[in-house]
Every structure is written in structure tokens, then in C-alpha cells.
């Protein structure tokens, strides 16, 4: 294989696991925000 596409399989590959094991510890942390508007209507 190219050295350009080993390259971007492994950016890829990374930018993947960061996705995956980055976003449920960092949305943990953080305490709950303000509640949502009442919708106006039915």
C-alpha cells in the first residue's frame, strides 16, 4: 500500500476511537443543565 493511504486509514482510525472513548466520560463529568422551554402549543 501507498504511504498516503496508510496515512489516512490511521487518522481515520484514530479520529474513530476518539469518537467512540472520548464522548460518554466527557458528557459524565458535567452536572445537569437548565431545563428546556415549555413548547408553545399542542
Known sequence: ???SILLLLALL????LLLVRGHPKSRGNFPKGPRPLPKMGN
Do not use: I, S
Open 1 to 3: 500500500m501507498e504511504p
Open 13 to 16: 482510525v484514530g479520529f474513530l
